[in-house]
């Protein structure tokens, strides 16, 4: 079946670590997305990539990197720069606006927990 | 700059009811799109029902109805004949021409299906 895959489900991050959560989708979306929520709120932009080799960072990419290196992947990393990494990581895709084949919907994976111990 | 509202934090509704969810936004992209997504306990955010700012009727999906007043500024969800596995949060979010890169979120209105 097509869709999103994240991994791992829970994270758990020691003090000064670096972590880096995957996210795989076989949809062949041309854009993918990072977003984080925090317990009882919406969910706000990391990063985002439209196609291969380039990504722009989303309203709070400070302490976060992504690459971009193939189609189907984006990978996020939570590095010790990122002082308060602990909240729920989703990640997405979709086609380009206006793109017809699948309308503008954006889909989401089933998230990762990370925890910061 | 684009804004999604919701001003209901927490809704009730009995098995079998209707009951309806608020959403306003505010944008000045000439197209967007508006998105309503259901975030059970689990986490997983799954897409429910989408309205393009040009489609001519509202947008209907099994039990979800979009009820889309454009004039407004409001797209609101409308869920039929509850079921108590409708219990979860519910995000109304905005994806436009001018800024297509981002999904906008409401903050979400968790709904509990009482029996």
């Known amino acids: 079946d097509g869709g999103i895959t994240q991994s791992p489900k829970y994270l758990f991050r020691k003090e000064g670590q670096n972590v880096t959560l995957s996210c795989e989708q076989n949809?062949?979306?041309?854009?993918m997305y990072w977003y984080r929520q925090d317990p009882g709120q919406g969910l706000r932009l990391i990063y985002y990539?439209?196609?291969?080799?380039?990504?722009q960072k989303g309203d709070i990419a400070e302490g976060y990197s992504v690459s971009r290196e193939k189609k189907e992947s984006f990978p996020l990393t939570v590095t010790s720069a990122q002082k308060n990494p602990t909240a729920f990581y989703l990640c997405?895709?979709?086609?380009?606006?206006?793109?017809?084949?699948?309308?503008?919907?954006?889909?989401f994976g089933e998230g990762s927990w990370l925890t910061v111990v | 700059a684009q804004k999604i509202t919701q001003t209901q934090p927490g809704m009730f509704v009995q098995e079998k009811e209707a009951v309806t969810l608020d959403c306003t936004y505010d944008?000045?992209?000439?197209?967007?799109?508006l998105f309503w997504y259901k975030q059970p306990s689990s986490g997983e955010m799954i897409f429910l029902i989408y309205?393009?700012?040009?489609?001519?009727q509202n947008a209907t999906e099994g039990r979800y109805s979009l009820n889309f007043q454009k004039a407004r500024k409001s797209a609101n969800l409308v869920i039929s004949a509850s079921q108590l596995g409708d219990s979860a949060m519910y995000f109304c979010?905005?994806?436009?021409?001018?800024?297509?890169?981002?999904?906008?979120f409401g903050t979400g209105t968790r709904l509990q299906v009482f029996p």
């Open positions: 979010a905005m994806r436009g021409s001018y800024n297509t890169d981002k999904l906008i």
């Open positions: 990539s439209q196609i291969v080799n380039d990504f």
């Open positions: 949809l062949n979306h041309d854009a």
């Open positions: 944008t000045s992209d000439p197209s967007y799109g």
């Open positions: 309205q393009g700012s040009y489609d001519q």
């Open positions: 997405a895709s979709s086609m380009p606006w206006g793109s017809r084949s699948s309308g503008n919907t954006i889909y």
